[in-house]
């Protein structure tokens, strides 16, 4: 487990290095408004992205740690239906943001983007597929090579052309290389596969995965739809100045899933085989979750101004004092987390999606109150106001399983 650890933060630092700076490259060559339209369509494409997911890798993992026998037939089958629903997901996005206000070069720009979701979310499935036999350094390695070609081909576009056009085509270009890597890598790991398209087992795989995609989807709107309200309902200077400092709440919350990747496995075999053994482990990794988290929040908090000028320039110092709320939402996401992924390892996710489900909607509310008054602070106070309702929710429901 050690090594696996090792492994994730290994990739997960150079990931997190590469990407901080496309993001610092992006924010001062192309100025707050393009900075703000960028974060907007990266935003839209991670949250289609969880509906072509599903949450189907990780209930993958889940089901072939159980029976590694029918890996294969798993893969197989979740390649097929991912390549489905990656294509309606497309459309659907498109065809929803046609009919909002969006200016029409935002709206080329994000089809052009959108065609990255299909390469995407097929290359998690290959990643995640190492994981169900505790192959971790397979998920690093091409986690960070995708996003390592991605961060360095959008920073040489970016500093060649100044402009955000070739920056979201060079965003697909790596995400194509990147997946016909993590074919050939994983078909040389385990062995030859191709995508099959079995719709009854299609639909036995959606039924019975449908609690962790519910919750999956909730998740990414939670966190995701402050931006996409912020730009339909302020100006993309205003999306821009809360981007750069959510952008940094990103890179923090990164550690918390580098550790999930390593430990949901273990704790998914050791709820069914070892139950003491399960809730010791539990207890550590809640306090290493909550004394990281609580780390990082103090020290953004502390010199928010200070990493924000450093980082982005004066250009972008309205984005502190949206950063000192945030930072707070970071330590709380920490144990949410971690008492979220409990409550799936456990069987519970439809207790985990509702969870969501509740806190997307009021985040929804605060967000249509606060916005139009304080703008990106706002939408930082809705955050951390759901964040807090999540922990008190989920600390009464982690208790049944662990007691």
Partial sequence: MIKNTLFIFAGRASNAVFLFLLTLVVSRQLGPALFGVFSFLTTVVVAANCFSNLGLDTWMVREVTKTPSQGKQYLANILGLKIGTS?????????????????????????????????NTISQTLWHYGNCFKEI?????????????????????????????????????????????????IRQKFGPFIPEFQFAVWKDFLVRSSPIALGMIFSVLYFRLDIVMLQLMTEERIVGFYSASYKLFEVAVVLSHSFMLVLFPTLVEEYHSNRSQFKSRFKKALAIFSLIGGGIALVLWSFSHEVIKTIYGDKFLPSADILEVLSWAILLFFVNFLLSNLLIASGREKINAWNLVGATVLNIVLNLIWIPKYEAVGAAWATLFCEVGLIMALSLQVRKVIR
């Fill in 87 to 119: 294509v309606v997901t497309i459309a659907l996005v498109f065809l929803f943001f046609r009919t909002t206000a969006l200016p029409q070069t935002t709206l080329s720009l994000l089809w052009v983007l959108s065609i990255s979701l299909l390469f």
């Fill in 137 to 185: 350094f397979y998920h690093s390695v091409l986690w960070a090579a995708s996003n390592i070609t991605k961060a360095g081909l959008g920073i040489a576009l970016v500093l060649l052309f100044h402009e955000l056009e070739p920056l979201i085509w060079g965003v697909v270009v790596a995400e194509l290389i990147s997946l016909i890597l993590s074919y050939f890598v």
